[in-house]
Structure formats: C-alpha cells, structure tokens
C-alpha cells in the first residue's frame, strides 16, 4: 500500500501539478447571470445582471448573501482599490465606484464613457475598456487609461478599432487584452512611447475573463464553457485545459490558492481549491513597504500580480493574512505597538514597526 501511494506521488512530481485538471464545487447557486467578482479582504463582490452589486463572507457558514447597492444596469468587470470598489457601468456608460468602508454606499460617478467593459488598474493609472458590446457593430472598441488621483480625469487612448475589447490584465508592464469577438488575446507594452498591438494567442472561443497568477495567465472560454492557462515564462506559447464543463464562465478572481468564478449561463459562483499554489518571482530589493514604522496601515508596492502575505508576532503567531495587489493598503490599527514581522509567500521576510 505505502510502495502505491510512493508512486502515485513520484507521478504526480514527475508530470507536474500544473497538467492536472482542477475540481470545482458550487458556492452560490440560483443568481442573475452574475458577471463582476473581487475580494476585499474575506468578503466577495460580485454583480448579477439585474444591476445589484451583493456580497458574501467566504467564512461564513451558511453564507449570507447582502446586497450591497442596485446600479440598475449591466455591469463589467470589478477592480478594487485601497477601499473603493470601481465597476465598469456597462449600459450606464460610466465608470463608478463605492466605498466599501461604509454600510450604506452610495454611487460615486468616475467618469462618462460609451459601454466601458474591463478595468486594471496599475497605480494611480485606470485601464479601461470600452465602445463595444454588439457583434453587429465591430471594430469601435479601444482601451484607454485615466489617472484616478485627477479631479476631472482625461481618458488617453492606448488602442484602437477593436472588435469587442473586454477583459485587461497587467504583467511585465505589459496590458493584456481580450478580445470576445475576434477570439483572441493581444497585449501591449507599456513602456513603448508608442503603443503596439502584438497579438498573443488567436484561436479561442469568446475570450471573456483574464487573471495572472504569477507567470500563469488563466482565461475564461465562454464560447467553450471552460478556462484554460498559459504559461507565459516559457518561449512556446501552449494553451492548456483548467476546468471544462463550466456554464459560461466569466469573471475569476483569486483567495490564496482558491480560484473563485461566475458562471453566468449557470447562474453561480464556484470555486477551485487548492490550485493556485505557484509563487511568483520578485525580488524584496525591489519591494517597498510605506510608512514604516506606521500607526494605521502599510502599503506594499513593488510587484506584479497577486500576492499572499502574512503577519506574524516576535513569538511566531500569525495574526493577519490575505492577498494583496501591488500599492494596496494593509490596515494594521488592530495591532498593539511593537515589531511584527510581514512574510510573502515566497517565505522572504520584512520586519515592520506598528507605532
């Protein structure tokens, strides 16, 4: 029996976890063609299609569902930064945002554009997609950026005649794109002076939703019912299958090794465990951790994609974790004043000061 389970193992290493196909269960069934998801701390947003925005605690048992506020119109894509939920207002034409820090929010408007679809948000800069939504009317989609730190920001143009651009994902200061009708993904370097469409993978099937976890770029098929992944470290470009027989997916999102998706067809949120489990390469030279020593919250700034850290005490008890975004604010006013110690994922340590 032992000499079996040695060599079920020896397989497992030997082929890699990443060439085994991820088990998903149900979270939350019988919802509107929910479509928008992301985490704020235990908490997961997500939009059906009757325009309400609603929330669920993973760690709540049975999970309640609270509706948050009711746009009253199609939603896109989330991103959440520091405590504003932004939300690409679909068939409102308007990016919003609501504070997630108040019981009661109300709508705060960002900006007036045609049908915005995805968001990325990379510092102060808002990426955006807009202008398509109809596969009659091709080739008016285009991406731009707006500095949110602006009072009365001014969208600037980053690409062009696309047929439907939808969702956006940042790595390597590169912008990824997908595209739902043309069925491809294009990216964008970003440090170019001039912005040049290169096309990255052609061939899918309604490319709706993308998200990196470290050098892997996961996207929802919803014309296949599936989501793949490509590892973008390596020369050759392949697409490999994540999890099929999917009821549209469309949008995921990422709690530590957890994969969360809606299901729009299906009209659900499910789930991967245990999937996410590779690190991403950084380096702590190249990672900055604001104000230390700090009374309220630090901030981490420095990385790519998502990243898992942790708080531990002098005496080694982990008192805090949750996965961070490059410039997120981490609220740290709980703690009692003395040294701490902030751990990534990839076990490199930072020493922190609460005052």
Partial sequence: MKQKKYIIILLIFFFGV????????????GLNYPGGIAFYGNELY????????????????????EEVINTGNILGEFEIINDYLY?????????????????????????DVFLPSGLKASGNKLYFSSGSGSSTVLNQGKVSFINISDSNPIPQEVLTGQAYPLSLELKNNYL??????????????????????????????EPTGLIFNGDILYISEQGNNKITKIDTSNTVITLVDFI?????PAQMDIKLTDMYITETLSGKISKSENTMLSVKNFSLEKV????NPSYNFIQISGFESRMSISIYDVIGNELLKQVVVNNQKIDISHLNTGIYFLKFENNEIFKICKK
């Fill in 18 to 29: 990443n060439n085994l196909k991820a088990q998903v269960s149900d979270v939350i069934t």
């Fill in 46 to 65: 997500f939009s059906q299609y009757n325009g309400t925005i609603s929330k669920i605690n993973i760690n709540d048992n049975p999970l309640n569902i």
């Fill in 87 to 111: 939300f690409a207002n679909f068939s409102g034409n308007k990016i919003s945002k609501i504070n997630l820090t108040i019981a009661n929010p109300t709508i705060i408007d960002v900006l």
């Fill in 176 to 205: 990824f794109i997908s595209d739902k009708y043309d069925n491809k993904i294009t990216k964008i370097n970003l440090s170019d002076t001039t912005y040049t469409p290169i096309d990255f993978i052609s061939g899918l099937n």
């Fill in 244 to 248: 099929t027989g999917l009821g549209g």
């Fill in 288 to 291: 900055n951790v604001f104000p």
